[in-house]
């Protein structure tokens, strides 16, 4: 069995023009599933949550932009980079590439963004505490 996400229902959001960004409408209820068949997290995300979504630099937008079918799986990562949940960073970036994978995102797509928040996620993850205790291994692309 191949690690899967499962989500409650569609991402409903509100743009906040005076914060520039995104507001959680609907809860967002989230399954994931690992290779063995055991769930490897559940948690859902409220109603109010503020998310910016992908953080794409504006030049690379051409190339993957804000809104498309990494939606759903860029407000969970950043619901995990807020600290809600009890995932590690590696876990977290994990279940961002398996839900875009889910969710339809290209491989090439998958790939580029899973490699992106590898390398520049650390500065936005937990505090300077947590950073220096939960330092991840870099590890392969997961497909």
């Known amino acids: ?20 960004m995104f507001e959680v409408v609907e809860p967002i209820g989230v ?3 690992g290779e063995d068949g ?8 409220k109603r109010g949550f503020m998310t910016n979504l992908a953080s794409i630099p504006q030049a690379l937008t051409v190339f993957i932009p ?3 079918h990494h939606l759903r799986p860029s ?5 995990t980079y807020e600290d809600k949940t009890a995932l590690t960073r590696l876990e977290a970036d994990d279940l961002f ?6 969710d339809g995102v290209s491989w090439f797509r998958r790939r580029a963004m899973y490699q ?7 500065a936005l993850w ?3 505490e947590e950073k220096k205790e939960l330092k991840d291994d870099e590890e392969d692309f997961i497909d």
């Open 1 to 20: 069995m191949v690690p899967t996400v499962f989500y409650s229902n569609d991402a409903v959001l509100r743009w906040d023009n005076h914060l520039s």
């Open 66 to 68: 804000k809104v498309a």
């Open 75 to 79: 407000v969970v990562h950043d619901w």
């Open 116 to 122: 992106s928040v590898r390398a520049f996620g650390e």
């Open 97 to 102: 590439a398996d839900g875009m994978k889910e």
């Open 126 to 128: 937990g505090t300077e």
């Open 38 to 45: 055991k769930v490897k997290a559940e948690f859902t995300v």
């Open 31 to 33: 399954t994931w599933v």
